[in-house]
């Protein structure tokens, strides 16, 4: 798994599948080619302050280092855009929450609720 840095990459990425959750919104691109997976996270100043927008970052870094690499395809970029639930949510509702989004930008019905954005 590799890391996007360019913002071309994640310009590109927006123009993908998306599939919001309660703490992010995760941008699926296929590249079209066979390639490794490639993933991107931002998190804007509406979040808060550096301290909460990089305490955010970590979560969902750890969210996608510790899921299920078999879900994501290869030759795909992913970008997760932090929102600022991210800070109070529990890690295991992240988890769910990149899951049933990874099914939804995949084109697989949600396995959970049918409105993700509601608790």
Known sequence: MQRLRQRADFLAAATGAKAPVSGFVLQALDRREDGPVRVGFTVSRKVGNAVERNRVRRRLREVVRLSSTARMRPGFDYVLIGRRAALDL???RLTE???RALG???GKSPTATPHAGTR
């Open 90 to 92: 529990p890690f295991d």
């Open 97 to 99: 929450d990149f899951d």
């Open 104 to 106: 939804r930008v995949h």
